[in-house]
């Protein structure tokens, strides 16, 4: 399995998801069909992760509750900014499944709440993936065609808060890795790092946040990932998304917590499931799996081939890992975006 650039075929609708979900979680639907208890019926699954894939846990629950390993479970939601919920169920907040923005996030948890094990599957405890993206007013008058563009004198650029927000993080990383890919240095990167900041005008505190701010009126452009610009088009907002030659590879991970129930075990194979890989894709994430087949996907700038390769996509592991670039970028106090934040206001 692969851990790298997804590249996904279109092919079959990924309403297959639904129709398949039955075999898909460990059992058939004889259970759901006949309206006898399932294995894990009474139980609640308490769900805490950060705020942008929500969309998508909605479907993933609903089709979950369908199947043998599903019939009879509860939920219960907590969502927001990915550093903010880490840090809840480090204080002791309820969760039995867990689903951040980045590694970090969930490493937190390690070995408290969450065994040190919960990377060791074929993904690396990564449950979707996505890419970072340009959203833009419809029609996109400021002619916004990829990174450079954005440091222009006029524009308005909406991101996250990297103190709360994991979605920051990818966001900037793929702002200053740009410059790399087209041969700058550090310090090419680090001007055009001052640059971006200093066309900031909003920075709230999570990615869902941010997109409510952009769709409200602030700012020309939003700095995104793919399946959240995808995910409020399907909602009949008025946006559009470029998405650039050199971007960033967003990788999620989920785990349950070390007290989970087996309801929630049964849902996190559920969600790594082709069916449930399949209700990602229609919500606009990029599958961990390659060899899941995605159909149309609503919202997306060409239904019928949602996901384009990127020429130029930086992974995390190619600066060294998250605890590499957390210390080099986003430390307190000597991080490289924290001192252009500070210097920029």
């Known amino acids: 399995?692969?851990?790298?650039?997804?590249?996904?075929?279109?092919?079959?609708?990924?309403?297959?998801?639904?129709?398949?979900?039955?075999?898909?979680?460990?059992?058939?639907?004889?259970?759901?069909?006949?309206?006898?208890?399932?294995?894990?019926?009474?139980?609640?699954?308490?769900?805490?992760?950060?705020?942008?894939?929500?969309?998508?846990?909605?479907?993933?629950?609903?089709?979950?509750?369908?199947?043998?390993?599903?019939?009879?479970?509860?939920?219960?939601?907590?969502?927001?900014?990915?550093?903010?919920?880490?840090?809840?169920?480090?204080?002791?907040?309820?969760?039995?499944?867990?689903?951040?923005?980045?590694?970090?996030?969930?490493?937190?948890?390690?070995?408290?709440?969450?065994?040190?094990?919960?990377?060791?599957?074929?993904?690396?405890?990564?449950?979707s993936d996505s890419v970072v993206v340009i959203a833009v007013r419809k029609g996109n008058p400021k002619h916004i065609t990829g990174w450079d563009d954005l440091i222009k004198p006029g524009v308005k650029i909406v991101t996250p808060d990297p103190a709360s927000s994991g979605s920051a993080k990818w966001n900037i990383l793929a702002a200053y890795e740009h410059v790399i890919a087209e041969g700058g240095t550090d310090a090419d990167a680090q001007t055009y790092l001052t640059s971006f900041f200093k066309n900031v005008v909003s920075k709230p505190s999570s990615g869902a946040d941010a997109t409510t701010t952009f769709t409200q009126g602030t700012g020309d452009v939003l700095i995104s990932y793919e399946n959240e610009a995808i995910g409020a088009r399907q909602k009949g907002t008025s946006l559009?998304?470029?998405?650039?030659?050199?971007?960033?590879?967003?990788?999620?991970?989920?785990?349950?917590?070390?007290?989970?129930?087996?309801?929630?075990?049964?849902?996190?194979?559920?969600?790594?499931?082709?069916?449930?890989?399949?209700?990602?894709?229609?919500?606009?994430?990029r599958p961990v799996d390659q060899n899941v087949t995605v159909g149309t996907v609503a919202g997306a700038s060409d239904p019928s081939k949602p996901f384009p390769t990127v020429a130029k996509l930086t992974t995390i592991a190619d600066l060294g890992g998250w605890s590499k670039v957390n210390k080099e970028f986003f430390d307190a106090d000597n991080g490289i975006v924290t001192k252009i934040e500070n210097a920029t206001g």
């Open 1 to 127: 399995m692969r851990r790298g650039v997804p590249l996904i075929a279109a092919g079959a609708a990924v309403a297959l998801a639904v129709a398949a979900c039955g075999g898909s979680s460990g059992g058939g639907g004889s259970a759901a069909a006949s309206g006898t208890p399932g294995p894990n019926a009474g139980q609640t699954v308490a769900i805490v992760g950060y705020s942008v894939p929500k969309p998508a846990y909605d479907a993933l629950e609903a089709a979950f509750l369908k199947t043998d390993a599903g019939k009879g479970v509860k939920f219960s939601e907590t969502f927001g900014a990915s550093g903010t919920e880490s840090k809840a169920v480090a204080a002791g907040q309820k969760a039995d499944f867990v689903a951040f923005s980045l590694d970090p996030d969930m490493t937190r948890l390690v070995p408290k709440f969450v065994a040190s094990g919960w990377n060791a599957d074929a993904n690396r405890g990564q449950i």
């Open 240 to 285: 559009d998304y470029v998405v650039p030659k050199e971007s960033f590879l967003i990788e999620n991970p989920v785990a349950v917590t070390l007290t989970a129930n087996s309801a929630a075990k049964a849902f996190l194979d559920f969600a790594r499931s082709d069916a449930g890989q399949a209700i990602f894709a229609s919500k606009g994430f």
